[in-house]
């Protein structure tokens, strides 16, 4: 968003909008500056997505157009203004799990402040782009990242993102199990599919889990989510950090 003046303002105006319908409101725009980042807290945004991808020593090797530097400037900017940082990580882009989860991790968690939430995205790869046909993550890798971020960020929120409609219910639950408390669900993320809400909520409904709702949608406790709503769920199977899984879009 850097030096684009008339396009911080119309997201300014449709953050102001989302606010007014009682929701919260969380984006994600790339690199942001301290004052484009306090016109958003002042316009109401609860959150700033920005990933960190992987960890320093592998982000070379997949992205050249910003610096590792220049993205956790970002996040501070996000953090001065107020904001709720959402920060996490792509498996599967080549990287050492080993030694490249653990750098992605060690960075989020030696911040000043832990992120709000953190983001666990399994690679889609998609045709025509030079990760089409990477190898896929397997499971227990994913899993450790989760159990490796839930016991150095105890209060943070972990998503399971982009990806999660290639894994089996069964692997969603080993996730869950490990320390992940939410999901994005909808069918359509940015650039992949992701599993629907009907879907989800059949899958939470088999292993007791209740959708409550966050504090911000309470004025519409009456409706259905739909695509991309935000959605709190009571965990009655445990292991989970305070008993709750979110659900948001």
Request: contains cysteine.
């Amino acid at each position: 968003m850097k030096g684009r003046k008339r396009g911080i303002q119309n997201i300014v105006e449709m953050v102001k909008g989302v606010r007014a319908m009682g929701m919260e409101a969380c984006v994600t725009l790339g690199m942001l500056d301290k004052e484009q980042a306090k016109q958003l807290k002042e316009a109401g945004l609860t959150a700033y997505n920005h990933n960190l991808d992987t960890s320093r020593e592998h982000y070379s090797n997949i992205i050249t157009t910003r610096s590792y530097d220049e993205r956790l400037q970002t996040i501070e900017n996000v953090r001065e203004a107020g904001i709720h940082v959402c920060s996490g990580g792509i498996l599967g882009l080549g990287e050492v799990p080993e030694t490249d989860h653990v750098g992605l991790i060690y960075t989020l968690a030696t911040l000043p402040e832990h992120p709000e939430s953190f983001p666990v995205n399994k690679l889609v790869p998609i045709k025509g782009t030079p990760m089409f046909g990477q190898e896929p993550v397997k499971v227990d890798v994913l899993v450790r990242c989760i159990a490796t971020a839930r016991l150095v960020m105890p209060a943070t929120i972990i998503r399971l993102a982009a990806g999660r409609v290639t894994m089996p219910e069964s692997e969603q639950m080993l996730c869950f199990m490990a320390g992940a408390n939410a999901i994005f669900t909808g069918e359509k993320m940015l650039t992949t599919d992701c599993n629907g809400w009907d879907e989800d909520k059949a899958m939470f409904s088999r292993w007791g889990l209740e959708p409550l709702r966050t504090d911000a949608s309470k004025v519409i406790e009456n409706s259905e989510p739909e695509h991309h709503d935000q959605v709190i769920l009571d965990d009655h199977i445990g292991g989970t950090v305070g008993g709750q899984l979110q659900a948001h879009g």
